[in-house]
């Protein structure tokens, strides 16, 4: 426990360091998620807000299961598959403290959105992001510059029937933080279009009740599978897992078979 408060302690220090001058730059960072608010607050420590930041976002819901205007891949159980200690920003590290609503090592998605959040707040990072925006366009302008075009629901007024107009600003530079998980990849199988039983991919997947007294094969065995299988086993009749080899996680990962009907099929 002393290693682990010296080395967090080491870099706190380090964060507060003060970082060399920098340059004002219109900077647009596409995303809004974790990966997309280091570079933001980066900017922002280093003061160089007279310059134009922009984050966007295509869409945004107040659900963190999808439920509203994002269909994103979260599930009730998931938890991180990394510890905390790994997953914190150097100048703003991810503790458990009072606010915690899962002070575990591994938390839930909740705990994840806390933290989110409560790093948002203090760098001031809300102002700077433009929900309910698609960019639909990023090409080079001149030799030092970047044209971004992108269309605003929120501003051209969609929920009253306006159409979208597309919008184009200059940046400095461009930075991708749109995540490469958003569009889920399915497994070509002959015949499976004529397979009269229920499909699903994991990137749609919630709660395990839909599943209840059934007979599921699950599709691959990592991460998410690993979970799934595990949380519909719960309620399943029989649950069988399809992997090409033998699981690299048995050693990793306690009791990797959920119950004696999960078998797996190689």
Same mark, same amino acid.
């Given at each position: 426990m002393e290693k682990?408060?010296?080395a967090t302690a080491r870099t706190r220090d380090f964060a507060r360091a003060p *970082?060399?001058?920098?340059p004002s730059r219109r900077i647009a960072v596409i995303g809004a998620g974790a990966a997309a608010g280091g570079p933001l607050a980066s900017r922002l420590r280093a003061r160089s807000r007279r310059g134009r930041h922009l984050a966007v976002r295509r869409q &945004?819901? &107040?659900d963190p299961l999808g439920a509203g205007g994002v269909h994103g891949s979260l599930y009730a159980s998931l938890r991180t598959n990394l510890p905390r200690e790994c997953m914190?920003? *150097?100048d703003f590290p991810f503790v458990a403290d009072e606010s915690s609503v899962d002070p575990r090592r591994f938390p839930g998605h909740q705990e994840v959105l806390r933290y989110l959040e409560a790093f948002a707040r203090r760098f001031d990072l809300h102002g700077l992001i433009r929900l309910e925006t698609e960019v639909v366009g990023v090409r080079r302008s001149g030799d030092a510059s970047w044209s971004v075009s992108y269309c605003?629901?929120?501003l051209a007024g969609t929920d009253a029937g306006g159409e979208l107009q597309e919008e184009e600003e200059v940046f400095d530079a461009v930075v991708v933080c749109n995540g490469h998980f958003a569009e889920p990849r399915l497994a070509e199988v002959a015949g499976i279009d004529g397979w009269p039983g229920k499909q699903l991919h994991s990137h749609s997947y919630r709660v395990p009740d839909q599943f209840h007294g059934?007979?599921?094969v699950i599709v691959g065995y990592n991460p998410s599978g690993i979970d799934i299988s595990r949380d519909i086993a719960g309620v399943a009749k029989e649950v069988h897992v399809a992997i090409r080899g033998a699981p690299r996680n048995v050693n990793r990962v306690p009791a990797p078979l959920p119950m004696p009907t999960c078998g797996y099929i190689p």
């Amino acid at each position: 426990m002393e290693k682990t408060t010296d080395a967090t302690a080491r870099t706190r220090d380090f964060a507060r360091a003060p *970082l060399p001058p920098m340059p004002s730059r219109r900077i647009a960072v596409i995303g809004a998620g974790a990966a997309a608010g280091g570079p933001l607050a980066s900017r922002l420590r280093a003061r160089s807000r007279r310059g134009r930041h922009l984050a966007v976002r295509r869409q &945004a819901s &107040a659900d963190p299961l999808g439920a509203g205007g994002v269909h994103g891949s979260l599930y009730a159980s998931l938890r991180t598959n990394l510890p905390r200690e790994c997953m914190g920003f *150097l100048d703003f590290p991810f503790v458990a403290d009072e606010s915690s609503v899962d002070p575990r090592r591994f938390p839930g998605h909740q705990e994840v959105l806390r933290y989110l959040e409560a790093f948002a707040r203090r760098f001031d990072l809300h102002g700077l992001i433009r929900l309910e925006t698609e960019v639909v366009g990023v090409r080079r302008s001149g030799d030092a510059s970047w044209s971004v075009s992108y269309c605003s629901r929120k501003l051209a007024g969609t929920d009253a029937g306006g159409e979208l107009q597309e919008e184009e600003e200059v940046f400095d530079a461009v930075v991708v933080c749109n995540g490469h998980f958003a569009e889920p990849r399915l497994a070509e199988v002959a015949g499976i279009d004529g397979w009269p039983g229920k499909q699903l991919h994991s990137h749609s997947y919630r709660v395990p009740d839909q599943f209840h007294g059934q007979v599921v094969v699950i599709v691959g065995y990592n991460p998410s599978g690993i979970d799934i299988s595990r949380d519909i086993a719960g309620v399943a009749k029989e649950v069988h897992v399809a992997i090409r080899g033998a699981p690299r996680n048995v050693n990793r990962v306690p009791a990797p078979l959920p119950m004696p009907t999960c078998g797996y099929i190689p």
